[in-house]
């Protein structure tokens, strides 16, 4: 299997068959045609023996590595082990290897469960490798409309999931909730979506279940979009358009990223890959990434009122009309239908 995913190009050799139903249906993006070297190769192995870790140092809890191949058991409370080879082409060969506590979470909370391994295996190898060339993660969408392309900012449950629900049908997208930037582009994720299953732990058969894409078919996931403003979503009392400030809109973006429960694992994930090997940052420039692309383009906020959706036609019409100046009191400056 070979996609794109946070700008680079993942090889993916699942090996076991309920690994394979885990990342089989994977909404990666197109690979480049003709024949593409992967940046990223990940394979899953059978095999539930304990990696061989002599000859290694200690490099944190659970993390052993002699500067080019690096160990992590149980990387991010996943269950699965790791080792991170760290050359031009970053490999990563994982084991299920589940500690007794951590069998019994995945078997009482599947999803959440599955949702974790399909973090660790396919998004946190694909941002610790972008690291490398200074790009980031961030929570945030960016769709191209027919009268901008805004990068959507905040939690999902607080509006930005609903205006991205009707923009998917309306433009190009890069990914509906996490993507990879520098200070210009943001570049799509890939993302796994497991179905929900009492009981259904990872290493039996019943793991292989699959909720149906339930996004419209019509949606067009690209490789990059450079967005052309900021957009902060919240929850209000009513629907409220009005320009923010570049400070404000930048912490936004730091702060939902950091929240964000996808890369709960990832920050440590990263220090300690970087601490072994020398490579990337120990800390991704998150807040250097969001600043640059608050400070560079128009900012806008958005109250969304609880149920209210937004159809991308009246978002770029209403951050128009806020950046031109108009009223912009509660409800003021608001298109006719936004919100409803």
């Known amino acids: ?199 259904a732990g990872l290493d039996d058969g019943s793991a292989g279940r699959w909720l149906p894409d339930r996004r419209p078919a019509t949606a067009l996931r690209v490789a990059e979009l450079a967005p052309d403003r900021v957009v902060v979503v919240e929850e209000a009392l009513w629907t409220t358009i009005e320009e923010a400030k570049a400070d404000e809109a930048a912490r936004a973006l730091v702060a939902t990223t950091y929240a964000a429960p996808r890369l709960a694992g990832y920050w440590g994930f990263a220090a300690t890959l970087a601490s072994a090997t020398g490579r990337g940052p120990a800390q991704p420039a998150v807040a250097d990434i969001a600043q640059a692309h608050a400070q560079r383009l128009p900012c806008l906020r958005i109250g969304l009122r609880r149920g209210g959706r937004m159809s991308m036609s009246e978002l770029c019409a209403a951050g128009t009309a806020a950046r031109s100046g108009l009223p912009r009191a509660a409800g003021a400056g608001v298109p006719a239908g936004a919100g409803r």
């Open 1 to 199: 299997m070979l996609f794109r995913s946070g700008g680079e190009i993942v090889g993916v050799e699942p090996g076991p068959a309920w690994v394979r139903r885990l990342v089989g249906r994977t909404v990666g993006l197109v690979a480049p045609p003709g024949p593409a070297a992967p940046t990223v190769r990940l394979r899953v192995q059978p095999n539930r023996s304990a990696f061989d870790v002599r000859g290694l140092r200690r490099v944190g809890d659970d993390a052993w590595s002699d500067g080019e191949r690096t160990v992590l058991r149980d990387a991010a409370g996943s269950g699965f082990d790791l080792t991170v080879v760290a050359g031009d082409e970053l490999e990563v060969v994982a084991r299920y290897r589940p500690r007794p506590a951590a069998r019994l979470a995945n078997r009482l909370y599947g999803d959440a469960a599955r949702r974790l391994a399909a973090a660790v295996l396919l998004d946190y190898p694909v941002l610790w490798r972008a690291g490398w060339r200074g790009r980031v993660p961030l929570l945030a969408t960016v769709v191209r409309g027919p009268a901008g392309t805004p990068m959507l900012v905040g939690a999902g449950e607080l509006g930005r999931s609903r205006i991205v629900a009707t923009a998917l049908t309306t433009g190009p997208v890069t990914s509906p909730e996490l993507c990879v930037a520098d200070d210009e582009r943001c570049f799509g994720l890939a993302e796994a979506h497991p179905a929900a299953g009492a009981g």
